[in-house]
């Protein structure tokens, strides 16, 4: 989740994209995100598992598109709070050429992103974009400017369409971004289910703080936005089962995070 506070970055009103942050381990944060997120744990206590698991799949999904489906381009919409084993390193780690855009239009976000998003190679870009998701087209056009359209691009929304305001606003942000990239481009997708009543419970309390709104949705209608595309086995399935290391074996708690890889034919 993120959401603006407006120009100034500011330390004693909780932000969403900093307590992200520190539920998945980061230090990106102040006082009042660690006591909102801890106050966030009371009502649902999987929502830190969420936010490592999330990065967890994101690291696997980057690193199988990069060096199996040779995917050179990704565009990382609504990145949030750079933390560790960002995109850039992940696809740059595994193909040095490789060319980043990261989208967000939250001002902490972007603040860091010109500290940290740097290129971890000489041959790589890393670039990012000061654009809503709900002005699709925009995000395309800024992207132009670094992305080649007529090659295969990564598409990534990871934990953030719950923004969209209803299903069928968050299917068309897909699908115009999907529409603009070419065949062999992939969309990687994932987001929280309402199969937990904890987290829609959270969600609600998160709107009263004034925070952008989060709707949580079936695993059928986050589903829905790959219609027309080709899963990557194993398909759309709990995060936590896509492509698990042999080490992550065993050590899987069910969480309601579904996603997955999808390719554009």
């Not at 609504?78 to 696809?91: C, K, R, S």
């Not at 691009?153 to 606003?169: N, P, S, W």
């Not at 703080?209 to 080709?230: C, L, M, S, V």
């Amino acid at each position: 989740m993120s959401n603006s506070q407006g120009s100034g970055i500011r330390s004693d009103i909780p932000h969403s994209a900093r307590i992200w942050n520190y539920w998945m381990g980061g230090k990106d944060n102040y006082e009042v995100d660690r006591t909102v997120g801890e106050a966030c744990l009371e009502i649902d206590p999987d929502i830190s598992t969420m936010a490592v698991q999330s990065r967890q799949f994101l690291i696997r999904a980057v690193r199988y598109l990069a060096n199996e489906a040779g995917i050179r381009q990704f565009l990382d919409i609504g990145t949030g709070l750079p933390t560790m084993q960002n995109t850039h390193e992940v696809a740059q780690g595994a193909a040095p050429e490789s060319k980043i855009v990261y989208v967000d239009n939250d001002p902490l976000v972007l603040a860091h992103a010109r500290a940290l998003l740097i290129n971890t190679t000489d041959e790589g870009v890393t670039s990012y974009i000061n654009s809503d998701f709900h002005d699709p087209e925009q995000i395309i056009a800024d992207a132009r400017n670094v992305l080649n359209f007529t090659q295969p691009i990564t598409v990534m929304f990871m934990g953030v369409l719950g923004h969209a305001r209803t299903h069928a606003d968050m299917l068309s942000i897909v699908r115009t971004v999907m529409d603009a990239v070419p065949s062999g481009s992939h969309l990687v997708l994932w987001d929280g289910t309402t199969d937990s009543q904890a987290y829609v419970t959270l969600c609600e309390e998160y709107a009263k703080t004034g925070g952008a709104p989060y709707y949580p949705r079936t695993q059928d209608q986050i589903r829905a936005a790959f219609d027309g595309f080709e899963f990557v086995d194993p398909g759309f399935v709990p995060i936590i089962e896509w492509r698990p290391e042999s080490t992550e074996i065993g050590e899987r708690p069910q969480i309601a995070a579904y996603g997955g890889v999808a390719r554009k034919l």
